[in-house]
Nanobody, 123 residues
Framework: VQLQASGGGLVQAGSSLRLSCEASGRTFDNYVMAWFRQAPGKEREFLAAITWSTGNTAYADSVKGRFTISRDNAKNTVYLQMTILRPEDTAVYYC?????????????????WGQGTLVTVSS
């Protein structure tokens, strides 16, 4: 399994940004895809997850209402649409995947990880 995250960059506070995570290496019908982030000096934090087969989602309270996770089955790609970005959203954003349908928020539950994409939000 390979995950390729992209879409990060430098944006101003209040802006929107969409991250992409292209998955390859197998069929992902029985997988959950998730986004995490890690700010300097902080633990890696769960943001959102989506069950590939059903499209059901779960979000961390910290981003609920601002971030939206979605997937494109034809492209084997998961997206994270981020809106009303704040300086505290600055972090490296990672996509990850695990077998099954349960949308875990635990970092340890995920088997495969992408390389991360840096998002910097200026004030």
């Amino acid at each position: 399994v390979q995950l390729q995250a992209s879409g990060g960059g430098l944006v101003q506070a209040g802006s929107s940004l969409r991250l992409s995570c292209e998955a390859s290496g197998r069929t992902f019908d029985n997988y959950v895809m998730a986004w995490f982030r890690q700010a300097p000096g902080k633990e890696r934090e769960f943001l959102a997850a989506i069950t590939w087969s059903t499209g059901n989602t779960a979000y961390a309270d910290s981003v609920k209402g601002r971030f939206t996770i979605s997937r494109d089955n034809a492209k084997n790609t998961v997206y994270l649409q981020m809106t009303i970005l704040r300086p505290e959203d600055t972090a490296v954003y990672y996509c990850a995947t695990k077998v099954g349908i349960f949308r875990s928020a635990a970092r340890s539950a995920y088997t495969y990880w992408g390389q991360g994409t840096l998002v910097t939000v200026s004030s």
